[in-house]
C-alpha cells in the first residue's frame, strides 16, 4: 500500500541468504510484521519487532529496525525451497489495531 | 481444528448477482477482519469488527455488508457483483493487544471470480 513498499521480486539460490527490504512512512508505528503466503494459502506470521528494538533473530530469521530511515529487512539465512513464498512486510496503525501491507515480495528459490 | 476457517473457498458467479462469504474463528479472539487481496497481490483492509461492534470501514462500496452475528463469526455480503469484485478475500482475527506480538490469524482464503 501507500504506507508501505517493498520491491516485488527477489531470484536467490539455495543455501544462499535472503534479504528482503521494506520502508514505510508512520513514524508513530509501533510494530511491524514479517508475514509469508505460500502459493493458495493464508497469511502467516513469521516474526514481528518492536519499534524500541535495532535486531530480532529467530533461528534462521534476522529482522533488522533502523528507525530513523524508517526501513525494515528480513534476512532468511540458508534459504531453502520451502522459502519460496511471497513475504509481506506490515505495520500496526492507530489504536485500532489496523494492519497495512506492503505490496509483498515474490522470493524464487533455485536449485 | 482450523483456527479461523472461511467458506466457501472457490466462489464463482456473475455479474449482477449477490452473494455471501462466511467466516468463523474458534480462538476466542475480540476482533476480526475483511481484507481483499488484488490480482497484484496487494492487500487492503476493509472492514474490522470489535465484539460484534464496527471498528474500521474502510473506503469500501457500500455493496458490501459486514454482518457480525457473534464475536466467532464475521460474514460479508457482497450485492450487485462487478468484474472488479475479482480478488481473494481474507478474513483474520486478533486478540485486541495480544494481537500486537501474535499478529493477526488469516483465514485461507475465498477466491471470488466474477464472470
Known amino acids: 500500500g501507500e504506507d508501505v513498499e517493498q520491491s516485488l521480486f527477489l531470484s536467490v539460490r539455495e543455501g544462499d541468504s535472503s534479504v528482503i527490504n521494506c520502508t514505510y512512512t508512520d513514524s508513530s508505528s509501533t510494530y511491524l510484521y514479517w508475514y509469508k503466503q505460500e502459493p493458495g494459502a493464508g497469511l502467516q506470521l513469521l516474526t514481528y519487532?518492536?519499534?524500541?528494538?535495532d535486531m530480532k533473530q529467530d533461528q534462521r530469521l534476522t529482522v533488522l529496525l533502523n528507525k530513523k530511515d524508517k526501513h525494515l529487512s528480513l534476512r532468511i539465512a540458508d534459504t531453502q525451497t520451502g522459502d519460496s513464498a511471497i513475504y509481506f512486510c506490515a505495520d500496526l496503525l492507530g489504536d485500532d489495531y489496523k494492519l497495512s501491507f506492503g505490496a509483498g515480495t515474490t522470493v524464487t528459490v533455485r536449485a | 481444528d482450523t483456527a479461523v476457517s472461511q467458506t466457501p473457498k472457490y466462489l464463482v458467479t456473475q455479474m449482477g448477482n449477490d452473494k455471501s462469504i462466511k467466516c468463523e474463528q474458534n480462538?476466542?479472539?475480540?476482533?476480526m477482519y475483511w481484507y481483499k487481496q488484488d490480482s497484484k497481490k496487494f492487500l487492503k483492509i476493509m472492514f474490522s469488527y470489535n465484539n460484534k461492534e464496527l471498528i474500521i470501514n474502510e473506503t469500501v462500496p457500500n455493496r458490501f455488508s459486514p454482518k457480525s452475528p457473534d464475536k466467532a463469526h464475521l460474514n460479508l455480503h457482497i450485492n450487485s457483483l462487478e468484474l472488479g469484485d475479482s480478488a481473494v478475500y481474507f478474513c483474520?482475527?486478533?486478540?485486541?493487544?495480544?494481537?500486537?506480538?501474535?499478529?493477526?490469524?488469516f483465514g485461507s482464503g475465498t477466491r471470488l471470480t466474477v464472470v
Open positions: 519487532i518492536f519499534s524500541n528494538m
Open positions: 480462538l476466542g479472539h475480540d476482533t
Open positions: 483474520a482475527s486478533s486478540q485486541d493487544e495480544e494481537g500486537l506480538v501474535k499478529g493477526y490469524t
